[in-house]
């Protein structure tokens, strides 16, 4: 039996509003994913649905095979850190972690102050009086020391300067290479995670339109730069998702291959990064 977290034809409305259709995806195993899409898109719903927190309306998540619905063995493989804040709001950090620890067996403790204090994070402190980047950083710590095979990280690093973010990639790099898992990272800073993830799962309308490694995403298209007329006669025939325009200069971005060779003088061939494919792609 395969190792993974499968979710099938999942559907889930909002009253009036879908927030998932039919979406079917697979977490292997030993993987950093990113799951990428706008406010609204459906990636916290899908989160609370793997996690138990709501019910889907139609289809199905299992975990290493077993129906994860209302059964605390799967459900116990898998930690969620949500942006909203869960934990008794007067409870001590310290304690907190001691309170993990019932609930998750192989969460490290020692691993868990060792990352405190590298974040200076007060553990005598109680979550009320923590500010929106601290929050966001005791959540991590308790994150990645739970010692899950499948770990979900939604939005992370919200609130955290650029000092405590390279902080965070750097630990789960390190310890993803020590001992790897399956890490989920929703997350809106794209260029920021794109070095981290290896693998790609856009949503858009509660739909998934790319699911793939980031590798061959990337290669999957090109941009194409220079004079509007120009480049209007090149991109004739191709799939173009999205333009940028300033006076006589023109961008197209382009889904398909190109021959450099062929490229006429005057425009300029580059390589989409993942953050500039994401905007094109999930453009109304």
Not at 1 to 9: A, D, F, V
Request: charged share 25%.
């Amino acid at each position: 039996m395969m190792n993974c977290i499968e979710i099938k034809g999942i559907t889930k409305d909002f009253k009036n509003t879908r927030a998932l259709n039919n979406v079917n995806l697979t977490f292997d195993e030993n993987k950093i994913y990113g799951l990428l899409g706008r406010n609204g898109a459906g990636k916290s719903t899908l989160l609370k649905i793997i996690s138990n927190r709501i019910f889907t309306d139609s289809g199905s998540v299992t975990v290493d095979g077993v129906n994860s619905m209302e059964n605390d063995k799967a459900l116990s493989k898998i930690y969620i850190m949500s942006e909203s804040n869960l934990y008794p709001p007067k409870m001590k950090i310290k304690n907190i972690f001691k309170w993990t620890k019932e609930f998750y067996p192989a969460f490290d403790l020692d691993y868990a102050n060792k990352l405190s204090k590298a974040f200076n994070l007060n553990v005598n402190k109680n979550t009320r009086s923590l500010s929106t980047g601290y929050n966001s950083i005791f959540k991590i710590i308790i994150a990645l020391s739970v010692n899950v095979p499948y770990l979900f990280l939604d939005e992370p690093v919200l609130g955290l300067d650029a000092n405590h973010r390279d902080l965070f990639y750097r630990f789960l790099i390190e310890k993803y290479s020590e001992n790897p898992f399956c890490c989920v990272i929703s997350t809106h800073l794209i260029e920021e995670v794109s070095t981290v993830i290896e693998d790609v799962v856009i949503i858009k309308n509660g739909e998934v339109i790319k699911n793939q490694t980031r590798d061959s995403l990337l290669e999957s298209g090109f941009t194409v730069s220079g004079a509007a007329s120009a480049v209007d006669s090149f991109i004739n025939g191709r799939e173009v998702i999205g333009f940028d325009s300033i006076g006589g200069l023109k961008t197209a971005y382009i889904l398909g291959e190109v021959n450099k060779s062929e490229v006429p003088d005057g425009l300029e061939i580059t390589a989409m990064d993942l953050q500039k494919l994401f905007v094109q792609l999930t453009n109304s």
